[in-house]
């Protein structure tokens, strides 16, 4: 079975600090994307990344980067130099990466992590 | 190129009522999800369609939820009767056929049971 734990519930941040959201993982997949999706208060639910299980580097995108350790089965996402319209709510989920497994684009989502960012 | 469509975005019931929701995918995508997100959780995956055959279902509570794709691609989900844990917000994503990892993602109707 998948699991993803977001154990963050709630981060509180001042306008500019930086900002990590720690995500935790369990798969007995061998190949497996992990995502990030942000929702802000309009509901609906914005594609950040995806990373295949196989590529282990680091991705950085503008002011956000993303940290990938298969050893410690954690996906991290920071936010550097965090503003006001980063508030939100982000989920981080895993899916099967096979095509033949019954997982295969299903998305197990974490119980995500409340980001108020305060100006 | 237009998003996920859904209406209602509320929608208030008393308990033992019934209600539905509509989703409208992406132009061309022949996968379609519906997600149930209670507050304060992730979304959980209720039934996956391609084209307008049921993929997985298995977590659908099929004594009280259905759900339809009949043309293959507005859907339909509905509840009957509606139960208080019933309350969420109902996320409807679409994605290409063969790229289901690409999910996009429409703004969900707020279910409130009463």
């Known amino acids: 079975a998948q699991k993803v734990t977001q154990a963050q519930t709630e981060i509180s941040v001042v306008e500019k600090e930086d900002v990590t959201l720690d995500c935790v993982y369990e798969t007995r997949d061998t190949t497996y994307y992990l995502f990030w999706y942000k929702q802000p208060p309009s509901g609906e639910l914005v594609f950040l990344i995806r990373r295949n299980s196989f590529d282990e580097q680091n991705e950085i995108s503008g002011r956000y980067s993303w940290n990938f350790q298969k050893s410690t089965s954690s996906f991290n996402f920071t936010i550097t130099a965090s503003q006001v319209v980063d508030s939100a709510v982000y989920f981080c989920a895993l899916s099967e990466a096979w095509a033949g497994g019954t997982s295969y684009g299903k998305l197990t989502f974490g119980q995500g992590t409340i980001l108020t960012v305060h100006p | 190129e237009a998003g996920v469509a859904q209406s209602p975005r509320y929608k208030i019931i008393e308990k033992r009522q019934s209600v539905a929701f509509w989703c409208n995918p992406i132009?061309?995508?022949?996968?379609l999800y519906w997600y149930q997100q209670i507050l304060g959780q992730g979304p959980k995956l209720l039934i996956q369609?391609?084209?307008?055959?049921?993929?997985?279902d298995s977590q659908l509570p099929k004594d009280r939820f259905s759900a339809e794709r009949l043309k293959g691609v507005d859907s339909t989900l509905k509840i009957q009767p509606a139960k208080l844990e019933d309350s969420a917000v109902y996320l409807c994503?679409?994605?290409?056929?063969?790229?289901?990892?690409?999910?996009?993602f429409g703004p969900g109707t707020r279910l409130t049971v009463t």
């Open positions: 369609f391609q084209n307008n055959g049921v993929v997985d």
């Open positions: 132009s061309g995508h022949a996968t």
């Open positions: 994503a679409s994605s290409l056929e063969g790229k289901v990892y690409e999910q996009y």
